[in-house]
């Protein structure tokens, strides 16, 4: 489950997209990092499926419109109405989609030894593990990672060996060839998770041939999390968009914060890529779960700490991505963000 594929174009599917909104395109676009979902969506594999697509496809399809989609009303939410920028439901959310994709991804790993998919493509994924080993390995020296360009191209020894006691958790790891780069930056203590048993299978048969056997894989749903321990870093890339695309994405959503509150050791950072919100829209998703966490656990100011850290603290984002023109407005089709965990719980 760690990123997003459409359904092929000849598929009757209809696909997923933002809800339609009397405003003008530039209202809906925020003045930073836009993110185009259907651009991204659309990077695929050059490897042909040996199950049969098309038919998994009706499946899923059939699968989602017989699902009970909730009133707006029915949420528990400070909005008095839908989000114009959230995203329609689709079969993108359902776990059938994605044990049925995984399938076909191992099947075609055991006869053709092909690794599927890299969701959001190469590029991001290098960026992403680049970018946030230049990020833990500064927070020490609290130093501001805006120039990822740098970070590219950053090999300092100090700073790998600065990564060694970090823990990694990938939520949603899909093939887990995230984890793999991380694995290359330096990280050794790494755990991938997801809830499609296929998936899981996939990812540790691809991490023992590229010599990671010691990546751990295990299979678990974020949103009814069985791990029991916490982790320095958590990271999603794509997961939160996927949860969001099923029928009850907006509750979906509001759990996915809960869990993954849980997982994140306190000062530890949480790394979230999408392709379907902007780094805005994740902010303000996170300041929404702080708020909550917030009025849950109101007590009187203390003395020791009299201003306490929101629970989730925006600290950077990736500034190098391609960017595309959209109604006027210069933006990318994908942002990863990161938020601190504060350190007083």
């Given at each position: 489950m760690t990123g997003i594929r459409w359904p092929p174009e000849e598929s009757d599917v209809v696909q997923p997209s933002r809800a339609p909104a009397a405003a003008p395109a530039t209202d809906l676009i925020s003045d930073d990092d836009r993110s185009v979902a259907a651009d991204s969506w659309s990077i695929k594999s050059e490897y042909g499926s040996t199950l049969d697509d098309e038919q998994r496809q009706v499946d899923a399809a059939e699968l989602l419109s017989s699902c009970n989609f909730r009133a707006s009303s029915d949420y528990s939410s400070d909005k008095d109405e839908p989000d114009a920028n959230e995203v329609e439901p689709s079969m993108l959310g359902l776990q059938s989609y994605w044990d049925a994709a995984y399938a076909e991804d191992l099947a075609n790993f055991h006869?053709?030894?092909?690794?599927?998919?890299?969701?959001?493509?190469?590029?991001?994924?290098?960026?992403?593990?680049?970018?946030?080993?230049?990020?833990?390995?500064?927070?020490?020296?609290?130093?501001?990672?805006?120039?990822?360009?740098?970070?590219?191209?950053?090999?300092?020894?100090?700073?790998?060996?600065?990564?060694?006691?970090?823990?990694?958790l990938d939520i949603g790891t899909g093939n887990g060839l995230l984890l793999q780069e991380f694995a290359k930056q330096g990280f050794t203590d790494l755990t991938g998770t997801d809830y499609s048993e296929g998936a899981i299978d996939l990812a540790q048969s691809l991490a023992t041939r590229a010599g990671f056997s010691s990546i751990n894989f295990v299979v678990d749903d974020i949103l009814d999390t069985k791990l029991e321990r916490q982790f320095n870093l958590v990271l999603d890339k794509g997961t939160l968009d996927a949860v969001g695309l099923h029928p009850d994405g907006h509750l979906r959503r509001l759990a996915y914060w809960e869990s993954v509150s849980k997982l994140v050791s306190p000062g530890g950072l949480l790394v979230i890529t999408s392709c379907n919100s902007t780094k805005d829209e994740l902010i303000?998703?996170?300041?929404?779960?702080?708020?909550?966490?917030?009025?849950?656990?109101?007590?009187?100011p203390s003395p020791a700490e009299p201003d306490r850290a929101p629970f989730f603290q925006y600290i950077d984002h990736v500034r190098t991505y391609p960017t595309i023109m959209f109604g006027g407005v210069e933006g990318s089709r994908v942002a990863t963000v990161a938020f601190r965990r504060r350190s007083v719980v």
């Open positions: 006869q053709h030894g092909h690794a599927g998919e890299i969701w959001f493509g190469t590029d991001v994924m290098n960026t992403v593990a680049a970018w946030t080993k230049n990020l833990c390995a500064s927070m020490p020296q609290n130093v501001n990672v805006a120039n990822d360009v740098a970070v590219r191209n950053n090999s300092d020894d100090h700073a790998v060996k600065d990564l060694f006691g970090w823990t990694v303000q998703e996170a300041d929404n779960f702080n708020q909550g966490q917030a009025a849950a656990t109101a007590t009187a």
